[in-house]
């Protein structure tokens, strides 16, 4: 299993992001993708959640109606749009899928918001 997410980078207050999640060695459609994000000193939070079906929730408040996770198994890659975006959004943002017993997580993406 491997998981590469990429879009990550620096942006203002009110921007928007775009981040991807490459995902292979399983098969994708089957599975529910997650994106988790972790701020410095702190711990590493749910984003969101979209099932093999498509249906999706986004677990935090702060981030409803802001963020969209979606996916795209023609491409085995799943999506989380963000809109609106605030400086407590920066983090480090995972991409993670449970196969059978275990937990697999990609390599991160930085996500700055800065003016």
């Known amino acids: 299993v491997q998981l590469v997410e990429s879009g990550g980078g620096l942006v203002q207050p009110g921007g928007s992001l775009r981040l991807s999640c490459a995902a292979s060695?399983?098969?994708?459609?089957?599975?529910?993708m997650s994106w988790y994000r972790q701020a410095p000193g702190k711990e590493r939070e749910l984003v969101a959640t979209i099932t093999s079906a498509g249906g999706n929730t986004n677990n935090a408040d702060s981030m409803k109606g802001r963020f969209t996770i979606s996916r795209d198994n023609a491409k085995n890659t799943v999506y989380l749009q963000m809109n609106s975006l605030k400086p407590e959004d920066t983090a480090v943002y995972y991409c993670?899928?449970?196969?059978?017993?275990?937990?697999?997580w990609g390599q991160g993406t930085q996500v700055t918001v800065s003016s």
């Open positions: 993670n899928v449970l196969v059978g017993l275990y937990d697999y």
């Open positions: 060695g399983f098969t994708f459609s089957r599975y529910t």
